[in-house]
């Protein structure tokens, strides 16, 4: 559906972990063959974090943001956190952006916005319909996840795939002779592929203290081939109904940021006749960042020059639920 609405990412941010991990830790930790990782997920290297944590990645994420918009900590009338991964249950890991950044005392409304994989673009459309009312003007939407605690060496598809990143975006309304808006936006899930990907602890179902209670349960599970195949039988009718033509072509958008889910899921998009030189990847030296892979990438877009102002932007993924979502942005 063809929204059109007026708005603007005036700041971009990211934040790397310090720590670099060769595919080949993952490999010895695994019990894999050499080449393997590259081989089957198309990760050379990821990163995962040391002493850092979830909020504090945001917010030096969204110092960088704010230091390109110009724009004090002060000055932001909301915070989205659009992670896939919480800093802790309670409270909500919003407030801990908020109070990283030193706006503790500020009041500045605070909240999650989780759709795993998908929460970055989620947020991004929950930001704009605010923008657009009138409600708030200066919005940070910070995505920060730390994957790396919750592998399980049991499965290794899964547990060399992921790394730990953050990226942050500042969004305000399109000024008058701005050509930058959301055009569409789109999102669909499907319940029948719940527990493809899951991570079953760190509720109140399977809580440590039930009985029972394993330590494998607040480990990150994914049957990657069920995942494939659900997403083959429901994508091409999802391009079509989001933006007519997009499953056969890139129609007039001029450069795609996927989220990074996997190798075979990047090769995937070739069968919608997107090329390969419109389509920006950093999953080779990041790996899948959960939900800060699509800012994650579209901030290496920018800072590269492939993204310019005034280009067509499809940011779109999959995401545990099972779910898939898509935005045609003017950037």
């Known amino acids: 559906m063809q929204v059109n609405i007026p708005l603007k990412i005036i700041g971009l941010g990211r934040y790397l972990p310090k720590r670099i991990v060769p595919s080949s830790e993952l490999e010895a930790m695994c019990g894999l063959s050499a080449g ?3 081989r089957h997920n198309g990760v050379r290297e990821r990163r995962w974090v040391t002493d850092e944590t979830s909020s504090f990645m945001s917010a030096e994420a969204a110092r960088e943001a704010l230091c390109e918009a110009k724009l004090r900590p002060d000055q932001l009338d909301l915070i989205i956190n659009a992670s896939g991964t919480g800093e802790q249950a309670i409270p909500d890991t919003g407030v801990l952006i908020q109070r990283q950044l030193g706006l503790g005392k500020s009041g500045i409304p605070a909240m999650t916005i989780h759709t795993t994989c998908l929460s970055f673009i989620m947020a991004m459309d929950v930001a704009s319909n605010f923008i657009s009312s009138g409600r708030y003007k200066n919005i940070l939407i910070a995505s920060a996840d730390i994957a790396s605690c919750g592998i ?4 290794p598809e ?7 990143a953050a990226a942050a975006v500042i969004v305000t309304r399109s000024g008058n002779g701005d050509t930058s808006m959301i055009h569409n936006a789109h999102f669909k899930s499907y319940g029948d592929g719940a527990y493809l990907t899951t991570i079953m602890g760190g509720g109140s179902r399977f809580h440590p203290r039930f009985e029972g209670h394993k330590a494998e349960d607040d480990l990150f599970h994914m049957d990657g081939p069920a995942v494939l ?13 989001f933006y007519p033509g997009l499953s056969e072509g890139m129609v007039d958008i001029d450069v795609v940021v996927p989220h990074q889910a996997s190798k075979v899921g990047l090769m995937m998009l070739k069968r919608f006749g997107w090329p390969e030189n419109k389509i920006i990847k950093t999953i080779e030296t990041l790996g899948n960042c959960v939900a800060a892979s699509i800012p994650v990438t579209l901030y290496q877009g920018v800072r590269d020059g492939h993204i310019q102002r005034d280009d067509k932007i499809l940011l779109v993924g999959t995401g545990a639920g099972l779910s898939i979502g ?3 942005l003017t950037f």
Not at 235 to 240: G, S
């Open 36 to 38: 393997w990782v590259e």
């Open 152 to 155: 399980n060496p049991k499965e």
């Open 158 to 164: 899964s547990a060399s795939l992921v790394g730990d």
């Open 229 to 241: 195949r659900m997403v083959r039988g429901i994508a091409h009718d999802f391009l079509e109904e």
């Open 326 to 328: 898509g935005m045609v």
